[in-house]
């Protein structure tokens, strides 16, 4: 298992040290989101440009600045929402933060994981290298370090959809 756990750092680290996606979209059309973690002191910039005719994200951007883990997981999230359908990307928030909250979950004692197990139907496999987050929930104050990205991307969609 340690092999496993040195070749999720070496990925995290990868996105840490040569983000994906880091820059800046022309605002409007992109929409703008700022997320930050008052407790770290972590934020992210992110930029989302959404193709309202094809329902896709056609381009992201990010900013920010931060530890590794909220850093390396603005990256991953990047590379892995961009050209991808909204619904896509939505199914793609969700199983991710049943990654992050059924550990927290089993850690916290709570028996009723029955939802989050089926937002994790796919197995973390589907995730690529967020999968490499996973090691994230052992400690459990790095949760929102992982997530902060995730919630700033779901608030952006949100915004976009208002129009």
């Not at 972590?42 to 381009?59: A, G, K, P, R």
């Not at 961009?82 to 939505?90: A, L, Q, S, T």
Request: charged share 25%.
């Amino acid at each position: 298992m340690a092999g496993l756990e040195d070749l999720y750092r070496e990925i995290i680290l990868d996105h840490y040290r040569a983000p994906r996606n880091r820059g800046e979209l022309a605002v409007p059309p992109a929409h703008k989101v700022e997320g930050f973690n008052p407790l770290c002191g972590d934020e992210i910039v992110l930029y989302l440009d959404v193709d309202t005719t094809t329902s896709t994200v056609s381009d992201v951007k990010i900013g920010g600045q931060g530890c590794s883990i909220s850093q390396a997981s603005s990256s991953m999230m990047s590379a892995a929402i961009k050209g991808k359908p909204i619904d896509e990307v939505r199914g793609l928030i969700r199983t991710f933060k049943a990654l992050m909250s059924i550990h927290e979950s089993k850690l916290e004692g709570e028996s009723d994981t029955e939802a989050l197990e089926r937002d994790l139907e796919g197995g973390v496999g589907d995730l690529g290298d967020l999968a490499a987050l996973q090691g994230v929930v052992k400690f459990p104050v790095r949760i929102k370090c992982a997530t902060l990205a995730w919630n700033t991307l779901q608030q952006g969609l949100d915004e976009a959809a208002a129009g």
